[in-house]
Nanobody
Framework: QVQLVESGGGLVQAGGSLRLSCAAS????????VGWFRQAPGKEREFVAA????????QYAASVAGRFTISRDNAKNTVYLQMSSLKPEDTAVYYCAASLAALTTPPVSPIGYDYWGQGTQVTVSS
């Protein structure tokens, strides 16, 4: 089992940047693919980005591609989501999740993830 804790959320103006962190404890972190999802009020949880176990493969939602970058440091048991050129529509609670699926390409569906953090709020003002 793995425990996930997100941090780095906050309030930022449109066009600004934030870096979210997902710190893991428990089982060996490097065996998990990790994804970021977000959920805005009244909307379903949606995929944002994911990285495979080695860090060599990433997936991005079309809405964030070119603006967000996911990376991981297995020595620090941490995955990062660097968010730039933020827009008001990026406002949501952001969750990280860990997947045991042994895939080169990480899952993009929430169903593919086994463990979830509690989330961190990101608010982008216009």
């Amino acid at each position: 089992q793995v425990q996930l804790v997100e941090s780095g959320g906050g309030l930022v103006q449109a066009g600004g940047s934030l870096r979210l962190s997902c710190a893991a404890s428990g089982r060996t972190f490097s065996i998990y693919a990790v994804g970021w999802f977000r959920q805005a009020p009244g909307k379903e949880r949606e995929f944002v980005a994911a990285v495979n176990r080695s860090g060599g493969g990433q997936q991005y939602a079309a809405s964030v591609a070119g603006r967000f970058t996911i990376s991981r440091d297995n020595a620090k048991n941490t995955v990062y989501l660097q968010m730039s050129s933020l827009k008001p529509e990026d406002t949501a609670v952001y969750y990280c999740a860990a997947s045991l699926a042994a895939l080169t390409t990480p899952p993009v569906s929430p169903i593919g993830y086994d463990y979830w953090g509690q989330g961190t709020q990101v608010t982008v003002s216009s």
